[in-house]
């Protein structure tokens, strides 16, 4: 089955840039999208298909996909974004809804 | 407003079941795919099952086929998931997802219900 592999755990000083991957095979051919989840929340959509974003969600938050590795960057963090972010594809191999394992986004 | 608010999350026993409900409102519900996801406390998200919006095609995970049933009752704008054969594994909060499709991107998410699966 197809696998998503994201660091742990990402930590970053307030205004500066933080970088989450996810690693999957050929992800570039997979439409990838990325969640945010705060503690006692449901998660929510914060980019999709690589590199669009949901009305709402800031401009500090990009996508991009190439090779084996998708990437979600936000920008001028603020201590909000502290949060676990997720990845996602579809499998159409597998027919699967695949997640990533998270990333834990701490704002030092 | 979108509203998917899950319900029938319980304590039941190892070997047990149980079913959970999602009501929809706020969308067209019978253009939506569905999804239940779940979440163990404290770790990552796994998707449970997936439903088209006319209930032709389902998909399973592997953890949970032939143990669930995903249904959907389009004219009451519900989902459902029946959960037969309860494992301590399946312990977990299960989301409620809307969907445009299968590879599309999870719109909106309910706010789950806890299965916990103890003797």
């Known amino acids: 089955s197809y696998v998503l592999t994201q660091p742990p755990s990402v930590s970053v000083a307030p205004g500066m840039t933080a970088t989450i991957t996810c690693g999957g095979n050929?992800?570039?051919?997979?439409?990838v999208h990325w969640y945010q989840q705060k503690p006692g929340q449901a998660p929510i959509l914060v980019i999709y298909?690589?590199?669009d974003r949901p009305s709402g969600i800031p401009e500090r938050f990009s996508g991009s996909n190439s090779d084996n590795t998708a990437t979600l960057t936000i920008s001028r963090v603020e201590a909000g974004d502290e949060a676990d972010y997720y990845c996602?594809?579809?499998?159409?191999?597998?027919?699967?809804?695949?997640f990533g394992g998270g990333t834990k986004l701490t704002v030092l | 407003q979108v509203q998917l608010v899950e319900s029938g999350g319980d304590l039941v026993k190892p070997g047990g079941s149980l079913r959970l409900s999602c009501a929809a409102s706020g969308f067209s519900f019978s253009d939506s795919y569905m999804s239940w996801i779940r979440q163990t406390p404290g770790k990552g998200l796994e998707w449970v099952s997936y439903?088209?919006?006319?209930?032709?095609?389902?998909y399973y995970a592997d953890s949970v086929k032939g143990r669930f049933t995903i249904s959907r009752d389009n004219a009451e704008n519900s989902l459902y998931l029946q959960m037969n054969s309860l494992r301590a594994d399946d312990t977990a909060v299960y989301y409620c997802?809307?969907?445009?499709?299968?590879?599309?991107?999870?719109?909106?998410w309910g706010q789950g219900t806890l299965v916990t699966v103890s003797s």
């Open positions: 997802a809307q969907a445009g499709g299968p590879a599309a991107e999870i719109d909106y």
């Open positions: 439903i088209s919006s006319s209930g032709d095609t389902i």
């Open positions: 050929n992800i570039a051919r997979k439409g």
């Open positions: 298909y690589d590199a």
């Open positions: 996602q594809v579809w499998d159409s191999t597998s027919a699967h809804v695949v």
